[in-house]
């Protein structure tokens, strides 16, 4: 069938799609008005007042009008389809570079310009964020929403382009209320009151940047939380102790990223944390120079949860039969305060948790544990793999107690990226790699 | 023909394009093998250091080069031809909103994409602001970049969106680099020195307004000066001269825009001004409660051209035969200076000026005077004509000494912008309407 | 005796002090050779250096170096004795202005060139400061320093000039560094933590202002809280709570300042609280127009002490006999929970800390309450006496839970600061007068 | 006679003074009673007010009542007689540090207490630089300001204090109501126009610094201009051209200082320029570490004066007979132009400049030049002296064309600044040495 007949087909779904569409609660029609006049905005400027109202009357919605309204943004506000259909004939009869360019304009849902209209509004792209997150949590549940989402992703991605971002230091001077959100955002390693976080802000060798977007001048959207040693560090509590001998940066040779973290639900997705972390590098690099090595402290957050799975199989690719007994010493409370056990089990989750990070992985040859994926992604090297470094509750119960370095040698993260991105592979260091049985290395042809 | 034999045809009229295409000049290759290098991106981050080459490469070519490679950019970085080929088959078999959205992106040309990325560096804004000034430089003798054109302006709609901008007041604590962009870029009245640039900045009846885009933070985009005053202002030289007498703001009553100004070529067609007048007129009653009127004082740049051409027309529609001799008077040197002249062309210009303001339109129903049509756009009325307003060589050459002043009525401008963009009304005061002859005003059905 | 023997007598006494002192202990050495370097100095620019080097050193003694350092000020920093003689001779001789001007710089001690000496230094303001918080903590056990702290106080009170002073609002986006200060310094109702802190300063009808000096940037100087509120507060609990339900600042027609505190003990007896008082009334004023009342909610610190007193004494001229069996309620435990001894004690307890607030003065004529002392000497009047208004353990021990209202009219602020200062009037409202016992009305003659 | 007797005199011939004082004009009265009124002050906030409108009745002076005010300032706010006479007879009684200290409040003369007053008010210290150059331009009419002169140096001495003041770099991205004050206060090589001065502040291998106070954000009190460069300079004109190949800052190797100007004339004789040189080299030294020679190019203003007078003489210690017919040719237009005249006047005047810096010294024992006197004061060394260097007008006219170049070494500046000081050395290079002749050398002992 030809575009037309095609798009009578389309029209007549979309058709369907709305006579199944449920009337909006009342409270949820003021909305709808606005969005429509938003979208048939004739002046530009007056347009400012309308995005001001929308987001009033969307901000004052209860949940389920919400979830109304985000419902009739996927089955209403997609592209016009007589719009659609005039741009494939056009293109059918021409098919050439203005039509394709008609025909990705008129393929542009009306949410997407109604979102960038929204956004005329003072604090636009903030409720825009707040739309999204809402979208992500009605998603599970509402897989249609999707189609609002991806737009969503699309328009943030532009928004929050690496060109608009702004690098700020996070220190103990900064204003309160960004850093009360530094206590609530982090994600790796809990910031529990202000003398935790002046613990790793004020001292002179700690550090904290975050990008920030002008429009939301107090709203962190990631940040990044440094240590500045002088050995490598090997576990997680000491860096985070109450340490009464900080060392001058100018005698520091490591900078130690021990977490990062993302602030803003509603950029899910959206590329930050690659970037701050060789923005930081660089920056460090030349404020410091006696700096010398750039690396993580990190989690392995995935480990026993991927193990338990393996011991649950019959078989196992990694985890041979007499393994099993030896691997049942987990179960035991406290089995890491016992040195019979844990001399046991050392040598061999040393072997699991090198398996884990480099052999087990997703369907598209990615690493499955997320933070390995995060930084080999980004051109790290797999360093050291650390036993018994995070004997915190959360720390054994998501791995066991391990903890990783990912190494970023500023010369190397381009190729390394490279070789990841193209091929899969992951860059390690011969400590790491040496954990790693021969038979899995054998097994899985790729490469490390 | 089905969507796949559709494309073979776009795909081969792409490769004929490819091969016409010759080859770039030495130092030309270099930029193609980066643009490319930054779609390929695989890891976003590194991007940012090919992006800054990219700036540099481009920074540093001959104006040919720069010519060969903006048109390659519209031949081989538009769709990508199997991406919307796979997209538009898949779109034929489901006709529905997730193959409509593939559609759109598979749509999406590869250079948008690009410019996104060339983002990525420090200066990158302003370096695609500098490539579509290229672009617009060339667009006459070039019209196939207009596809590029298209992209650059689709883009910078979404990047200088209302809620990225920055409104600042220019005064004469403004940091001197901006200031000189003030007197660079003023198009309305020339501002001659920084003595004349004082004057309009330091009084206490002066002010003036720019907006400005986070990433560029030392750029205005435009400006609006506004002159404080007790009476309704009738001349503009009066206005610009060296005033020892100004009023306190809290005397003021009018707030009379007299100059309007886009600094960037490169936002080219981006709504940006009537924004600008619109949150200036709100800022100001807020700030100065005693204005009451908010009011231009502006040329009207095309009238004499206009007259011109109709005064050579065998029949004009406006202009009786009578009239020709009387405005024949106008050929004469300093005729504004000549009582007796003056006195017989007041009455006929007056009218023609009427005339040409109101009932002379564009194929789209809008006025031909480009000023008429950005205030009339913007929800302004047409509230009063001034002769011999406006003296100097420019004024007189342009529009016989004419100004105009269009009246922004804070509770009225949605009301008139939409009349405007509806019906093509033009609205205007009665002192205005008066001047248009009874003759006119019936043959033009048009509403005033 | 004239000049020359009177000068004899005075270096002889100095040289006996000096006999007198004790050589500095080891560590010592090294700061009086930089203070006496600085007093040399040639080359002013040179002294930036010795000045850092100064303060280093002082920060490094221990605090009995420190002791006899600050004794070495008082004893051999005093005036040139042989400058002094020079130019009391040459007055003796011409007792003219310049020869009074002579003897005016002859006889400034050198430690006060010293001190503008060491501010050189980065950091030097800030330095002196703790300084003379030596002193003060020393002087107590050692009177001899009040010639030091004399002259640490006439310089600082020419330093923290008004016009040096700069007001910035506190709110809950400024600095961390500088809230912890807010909250160590909080003198009259304790912040206990960070959300006690925010509860202060982050609703909309809650303001803090401090003074800071350009020098010392993060360093509060004073601060002033501040309530906005529709009635008359009675009750500090409450102000203090977890309120829900702020009000819009433009809905507040008074505005309460519950508190004021002192952060530099080194500025003790340098105005700066009624500067600050004063610049809030105006600036609220004009901020928020709502507003028509400023007043205080004040604590009475001082006054069960002297009820105690009082009690205590044979006769006293305020306690009638009879009286002090009543009284004698207050000193069973939670007495204010009994309805029968609240109920005898009111009448009685207001007519006693109406006395006391008014009728109990210092030998100056003063009232002997400080809170009284210092709003009073401001130009406030006294409004209103609460009873039971501050029941925490401190509000029921100190003032047995009285609170008092004094009002700051802006037009009679200055009426009432010249009454008070010059006759010693206390201009208090009706409401207050009421409770004064007429007997001790004509008792003191001091107006009211 | 006695204090006692001693303070009937003074007081005698204070009275008699005030007789003789003319009564103020009409509009002259009421400054005096603000001044009076100030002086009382009893409560210090209310002064504010009152500072205020001294302020702006001073401003609103004439000339002539300026004057007389000006002159009531010396006479009728000098010391307080009876408190002088009070203190002076305690001293006599107890010649003890306390009775001195009580001296010294007692001999502060009331216009000081009065100037820091004044300086509660908004715009008080402007005010009273103001004053102070309004003082300073009746003095050489009037000897008898020299009081009032001195009370304001010492205020000033104290409130514009090294650690007070702030550096701030001044560059094209500075506001344009500073710049134009350094377009005004240029003293040594004239700015003419705006493109002027961005020549001077814009290019990369240019610096400008200036100190401000905090109390008047946007008035440079004292600035320094800076060209970097690969050589060494020997003529200025060069330096202020309009150079199209600026060097990257981290080429060059000196960092000339080729302008000082002071900015306030009521800062006349308050240390500036000494701390502002010294900051400048150590931040420079920091931020460029390629600098090797922080050096002026400097005028030589007094040298063809003092030679004049010198040629004048019958019999002058400097220039021998023959001399005098040579130096004739000095006074032909143009004599630079002139080969021959100039190979004769070259050996001749560098001998004599040489003279002139070195063996001329005012009585004190200091340089007679100004500059030479502030740059050896500072510390600098003489290092080379440049023959037809500055052939500008000015520089013909002062100096025959000479330029010297003072060196500031940093490890060497507080050695050389001593010996200045102590013992009147001028620390000079051998390549300037050997231009003194050995007769002038030897009968001057002071060292070179």
Chains 1, 2, 3, 4 share one sequence.
Request: one cysteine or more; glycine letters at 6%.
């Amino acid at each position: 069938m030809g575009p037309s007949d095609l798009f009578q087909a389309f029209s007549k779904t979309v058709g369907d799609l709305r006579n199944r569409f449920l009337p909006p609660r009342p409270g949820g029609q003021e909305i709808l008005l606005l969005a429509e006049a938003l979208l048939s905005g004739q002046g530009e400027a007056s347009d400012v007042a309308v995005a001001r109202k929308f987001l009033a009357a969307y901000d004052g919605l209860t949940e389920e009008n919400r979830l109304s309204f985000l419902a009739l943004l996927d089955r209403q506000f997609g592209p016009d389809p007589e719009r659609l259909e005039r741009a494939l004939t056009k293109f059918k009869d021409q098919p050439m570079a203005q039509a394709a360019r008609e025909m990705h304009e008129a393929a542009e849902s009306r949410r997407e310009v109604l979102f960038r209209r929204i956004n005329f509004s003072p604090g636009g792209t903030r409720g825009l964020l707040q739309m999204r997150e809402d979208v992500l949590g009605n998603l599970p549940a509402h897989p249609e929403l999707a189609s609002v989402d991806a737009d969503f992703k699309h328009l943030f991605a532009s928004w929050f382009n690496r060109g608009f971002l702004v690098l700020r230091r996070i220190d103990w001077t900064t204003p309160a209320n960004i850093l009360e959100k530094i206590i609530r955002y982090e994600a790796v390693h809990e910031i529990a009151t202000w003398d935790d976080l002046r613990r790793r802000l004020e001292p002179t060798d700690r550090r904290c940047f975050a990008f920030f977007h002008p429009a939301m001048q107090d709203e962190p959207l990631i940040f990044l939380q440094v240590a500045l040693t002088t050995d490598l560090p090997v576990a997680i509590v000491p860096l985070l102790a109450d340490n009464k001998n900080s060392i001058p940066p100018g005698k520091a040779t490591y900078a130690v990223f021990y977490s990062i973290s993302n602030c803003q639900v509603g950029l899910k997705g959206i590329s930050l944390g690659d970037f701050l972390i060789k923005q930081v590098v660089e920056d460090l690099k030349r404020e410091i120079p006696s700096l010398k090595t750039f690396i993580t402290l990190s989690p392995v957050p995935g480990f026993l949860r991927w193990l338990t799975q393996e011991r649950g199989k019959g078989a196992s690719n990694y985890i041979a039969g007499g393994d099993k007994d030896v691997l049942a010493l987990l179960d035991k409370p406290d089995w890491h305060l016992d040195a019979t056990s844990a001399s046991l089990l050392k040598p061999r989750l040393l072997s699991f948790v090198a398996a884990y990070l480099m052999a087990v992985r997703t369907e598209s040859g990615k690493p499955i544990d997320p933070v390995a994926r995060f930084h080999l992604g980004n051109g790290a090297r797999l360093e050291r793999i650390h036993w018994l470094s995070d004997l915190t509750p959360k720390g054994l119960r998501q791995a066991a107690g391990f903890m990783v370095n990912y190494l970023y040698e500023p010369d190397r993260i381009e190729r390394n990226q490279e070789s990841f991105a193209v091929h899969g592979e992951i860059v390690s260091s011969h400590a790491v790699r040496k954990y790693l049985r021969s038979d899995i290395q054998k097994r899985f042809p790729i490469p490390f």
